[in-house]
């Protein structure tokens, strides 16, 4: 249902912020000049973002995981105005602040146990970033520079700067446009595809043999729990990341644990890796951290970790963003923990997991649907062929949602305040969508 209110922006203002952009402005894996323009959103409100001409379109993206509250949440609009009444943001070296620790002392109470010491990073390619050079620096330290390679799984997606594309899928990642820079990891096969599925032994074979023939060379294994996200939106039975665990823990080395995506209850956990009732020895956040309002990641470690890293030759860990800590994030930050708390996030995502699981029941069975699945406040209709982008996102708008897929995926990760009705409208265009995939003609 859309509905029309007075435009915000007239059609000329638009149509010349549009040429603009298209002709200026970088978007996300995109060419410039772009081919097509993108929308122009004017405001954004609970679950809703409103156009330049008024349109309204339910967001069933969160805006890529991030907007677990919605758009201008009086709580979070408030933290962020009462941070602002006091500064916006000082450096971090040398100095500290209420927000940061306030913050931080959270995390560590949420997070598993073992996880003590936090790193601010600005964003979630940055917090994999320091992930790395954590578990890096903890073998030069140890006396064991060999141990500077990476275990991790085909399918996976870290963020998009050079030490984290080294551990991004090898296929649908960017490794062949810059295969001769990359640092050379270890990749073990996709874990075998459905949360629910049996556990595989010749997978968890295959795991194993990787993990004894590198060994003497691995510092850490990196995963994404349970869910890989940008990498092809791929659900993983828990048992692979408990072998994972134990795998780490017969040698020796680290295992880090990507939750950028899967953290903050999306998957019907708190962390993904509750699935499994394992913990990691570095843990990456971003992306909900701060509900949706500004860019935050943080990358937790273990004492041990923590340690090894100091008492090595460099003495500190070797990473400090100018933004690092920014008071505003970090305000946002404790006020969305807050409210992910005092509000019952599980009841909301289950209910948007029955939901979607109900309301796309059968979609799977359609012609050109490969895969229908649904885990947490999350759903994924797969197509047998890479989707046409524009096609899909005008069958999403005369329902007046907004979906953005890639490749053969058409996904949604509603808020997690979508009404039932809400959440009901946005499967009803996914449905509408994988319906179009066996329709023949034009
Ligand atoms: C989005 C994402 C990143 C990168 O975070 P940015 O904030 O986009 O840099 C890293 N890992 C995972 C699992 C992600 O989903």
């Given amino acids: 249902m859309i509905s029309l209110r007075l435009g915000r922006m ?36 609970g679950v809703r973002l409103t156009l330049a001409d008024g349109t309204e379109l339910i967001d069933g993206m969160s805006s890529w995981w991030a907007a677990v509250h919605g758009y201008r949440h009086p709580d979070l609009d408030a933290a962020v105005t009462r941070q602002l009444g006091k500064m916006s943001h000082v450096m971090f070296g040398g100095l500290t602040h209420p927000p940061a620790v306030r913050l931080a002392e959270r995390l560590v109470e949420l997070t598993p146990e073992p996880l003590t010491k936090v790193f601010f990073a600005d964003s979630g390619s940055v917090g994999v970033e320091v992930a790395i050079k954590m578990a890096l620096q903890y073998w030069r330290s140890q006396g064991r520079p060999e141990r500077h390679r990476l275990l991790t799984v085909r399918g996976g997606y870290h963020g998009d700067t050079f030490g984290d594309m080294a551990v991004c899928d090898p296929v649908n990642g960017m490794h062949h446009l810059f295969s001769d820079v990359l640092a050379r990891h270890v990749f073990a096969p996709p874990p075998p595809l459905g949360y629910t599925a049996d556990p ?24 994404e729990p349970v869910v890989q996200g940008a990498g092809g939106m791929r659900f993983y039975a828990p048992e692979y990341l408990r072998a994972l665990r134990d795998i780490a823990d017969e040698h020796g080395i680290l295992l880090v644990l990507d939750e950028i995506a899967t953290g903050f209850g999306r998957t019907g956990e708190l962390w993904g890796c509750d699935h499994a009732e394992v913990s990691p020895d570095i843990m990456c956040l971003g992306k909900a951290l701060t ?21 090595g030759e460099a003495g500190a860990l070797m990473h400090g963003p100018t933004f690092m800590a920014n008071p505003l994030a970090a305000a946002v930050a404790s006020a969305s923990i807050d409210l992910l708390q005092t509000r019952d996030w599980r009841d909301e995502v289950d209910t948007i997991e029955a939901i979607l699981t109900s309301e796309l029941d059968g979609a799977a069975g359609l012609p050109g649907v490969a895969d ?8 994924v209709v797969e197509a047998d062929e890479p989707v046409d982008v524009a096609s899909v996102q005008e069958i999403a708008m005369s329902y007046g949602v907004w979906l ?25 265009a996914l449905r509408a969508i994988a319906e179009s995939f066996g329709e023949t003609g034009d």
């Fill in 10 to 45: 007239s059609p000329h203002e638009t149509e010349r912020m549009l040429d603009f952009d298209r002709e200026h402005i970088w978007h996300p894996y995109a060419p410039m000049p772009a081919p097509v323009p993108a929308l122009p959103v004017v405001s954004a409100s």
């Fill in 200 to 223: 595989d032994q010749g997978y968890l074979d295959e795991l194993a043999r990787l993990a004894d023939a590198h060994a003497g060379e691995l510092a850490a294994i990196i995963v």
């Fill in 291 to 311: 509900g949706g309002y500004m860019t935050m990641a943080a990358t937790l470690c273990t004492d041990r970790v923590a340690h090894g890293i100091t008492s």
């Fill in 372 to 379: 229908v699945r649904v885990l947490g406040a999350i759903g």
């Fill in 404 to 428: 953005r897929p890639f490749g053969r995926l058409v996904y949604t990760m509603p808020p997690y305040v979508c009404t039932p009705d809400e959440t009901t409208h946005i499967a009803a």
